[in-house]
Structures are given as structure tokens and as C-alpha cells.
């Protein structure tokens, strides 16, 4: 029988093998392959809170050496202050090697749609990362997207089990250039360390563009088994 010193430097000892060891968070997607989420939301709308619950349906559509396509198909709800308002949307988005957005469209697809996309991203670092290690996504102002200039920060930060799965903690925060009034996230991915996919992701948000207006508040985007 181990003894539990015996144990205690065993797991320190496989801790500290993981965290020295160098990954890749790069995202492979099969095609055809589906995947999908619940999200999660609650948001300051005027006067009122707006709430946001909704499933996704994520179908890879297409996969090259550039890059992969995903079309989203969502189905849900929001309530506004008691006034309950369904949500029924698709969208198609264009993926770069990294995982950042290069194209978004669809019937409800607004110009403040890139910029939201852009930094709520998970952008892959193109490279093998450890522990502790920390990389950037910036963007460039384009009119014809409606993409903002910005810059998203990432860090990796520790390996947990999340859903009953292994993935790498990454965090993130990301800003628009403009002062007090543009726009930024925050938040938390936890990403398959066997698939490179997002298990869950937790994201704050200021002045988040919309169609509506600018609002605050955060969402929690779960992997549905």
C-alpha cells in the first residue's frame, strides 16, 4: 500500500511534469463534424435586464489548408424584463489556421457582428505553449467589416478537469482602441486537451456591440454532451 506522502509527491510529481511539458491548443475540426453549445446570458438593456438562453448547433462546412467554415444555427429565447422573445438565427462564419474569425455572414449579421466575434474569440497561439506562457490576436480597423482596431491578450494557465474532461485553462481580456466608450470582454475558456474544442467558456462583457446599442453584461457557453 502507497502511503499517502508516497501519494502526495506522486501527484505533485505528475503536476509538475504537466506543466513543464509544452502543448498545442491548435483546433483541428473534421468536416461534416456538428458540435453544440448552450449559452447562457444576462444582460443591462436600457432600463431592464435582458436574458439570453439559447442552444447552438455548430456544423463544419468546410476544411483547407487556410483555414475552416462553420455554419451556426441557433435556437432560443430572450426575455426582456418578463417579455419573453424567440431566437431563431444562422450565421456562417470563415476561420483562419488560428481560429480567428475572417468572414462573418448572415441574415442577422449587423456590423457590430465582427467586432463582437473578434473579441470573444479564442485565438489559437500557432505554437506550442506551457504554463503560464501568454500570447495576442490584434485586428485592424476595416469598413468593409465593420471590424474595429483591437487587441485580444491570452494565458495559459493551468490544466483542469472540466465536464469530465482534461483542457488547458486559457485566459483572456480584449479591448477596442476608444477610450472609456469602446468595447471589451474578459473572460475564461477551458479547451479539450484531446480535440483542441471549447468545453466552456465564460465571457464579461463592456459595451458589447448589438443591434440595439452597446450593452453590459456576461454569458456562459457550455458544451452539450
Known amino acids: 500500500m502507497v502511503n499517502r506522502i508516497g501519494i502526495i509527491t506522486l501527484i505533485a510529481a505528475s503536476t509538475a511534469a504537466a506543466a513543464a511539458t509544452y502543448h498545442s491548443l491548435e483546433y483541428k475540426p473534421l468536416l461534416n463534424s456538428e458540435t453544440k453549445y448552450r449559452v447562457v446570458g444576462t444582460f443591462e438593456f436600457g432600463a ?3 436574458k439570453l438562453t439559447t442552444e447552438i448547433i455548430e456544423t463544419v462546412k468546410k476544411v483547407d489548408d487556410k483555414g475552416f467554415t462553420i455554419e451556426t444555427v441557433q435556437s432560443g429565447e430572450v426575455d426582456f424584463n418578463g417579455q419573453k422573445i424567440p431566437l431563431e438565427d444562422t450565421s456562417t462564419a470563415v476561420y483562419g489556421l488560428d481560429a480567428r474569425v475572417l468572414n462573418l455572414t448572415g441574415p442577422s449579421v449587423t456590423p457590430g ?10 485565438v489559437r497561439p500557432g505554437k506550442d505553449v506551457i504554463e503560464g506562457d501568454t500570447w495576442k490576436a490584434e485586428y485592424k480597423e476595416d469598413m468593409l467589416t465593420g471590424a474595429a482596431q483591437a487587441t485580444a491578450e491570452f494565458k495559459l494557465e493551468s490544466f483542469e478537469q472540466i465536464e469530465g474532461e482534461a483542457a488547458f485553462k ?3 481580456k480584449s479591448s477596442e482602441e476608444g477610450g ?20 466552456k467558456s465564460e465571457t464579461e462583457w463592456k459595451n458589447m456591440p448589438t443591434a440595439g446599442g452597446p450593452v453590459n453584461g456576461k454569458y456562459i457557453q457550455t458544451l452539450i454532451r
Not at 113 to 118: D, G, K, M, S, Y
Open 48 to 50: 431592464g435586464e435582458l
Open 113 to 122: 457582428a465582427i467586432r463582437t466575434a473578434n473579441l470573444g474569440a479564442l
Open 180 to 199: 472609456s466608450a469602446a468595447a471589451s470582454a474578459s473572460g475564461t475558456f477551458w479547451v479539450s486537451q484531446i480535440t483542441g474544442a471549447v468545453i
Open 170 to 172: 486559457v485566459t483572456f
